[in-house]
Nanobody, 121 residues
Framework: QVQLEESGGGSVQPGGSLRLSCAAS????????MAWVRQRPGKAREAVAA???????TYADFVKGRFTISKDNAKNTLDLQMNSLKPEDTAMYYCAADPNLQYLSPTYTYWGQGTQVTVSS
């Protein structure tokens, strides 16, 4: 069973930065493909960045150049560095994992509880 726990959310002004972190259970990254998925108020879930177990990275167009996904295998953490944040980035952000390649599909199997990001002046 995969365990995922997000942290690092909060409130920030437009143009600001936040770094989200996902603590994963051991061996998760060698077995599962990972992603950060968000759900904005009243909207469907959408993947923002994916990092598969082969270390290939994919970003949604709306975050390219602003967000960076990375992982630390020694610490079992998956991070999302978010820069130049916009009000439309306000959402609950989830760490997700799946044994099958999902890329930017939001249909991952395993989910954390989420961490809220609010971008507002």
């Amino acid at each position: 069973q995969v365990q995922l726990e997000e942290s690092g959310g909060g409130s920030v002004q437009p143009g600001g930065s936040l770094r989200l972190s996902c603590a994963a259970s051991e061996y998760t990254f060698s077995k599962y493909h990972m992603a950060w998925v968000r759900q904005r108020p009243g909207k469907a879930r959408e993947a923002v960045a994916a990092l598969d177990k082969y270390d290939r990275i994919t970003y949604a167009d709306f975050v390219k150049g602003r967000f960076t996904i990375s992982k630390d295998n020694a610490k079992n953490t998956l991070d999302l560095q978010m820069n130049s944040l916009k009000p439309e980035d306000t959402a609950m952000y989830y760490c997700a994992a799946d044994p099958n390649l999902q890329y930017l599909s939001p249909t991952y199997t395993y989910w954390g509880q989420g961490t809220q990001v609010t971008v507002s002046s």
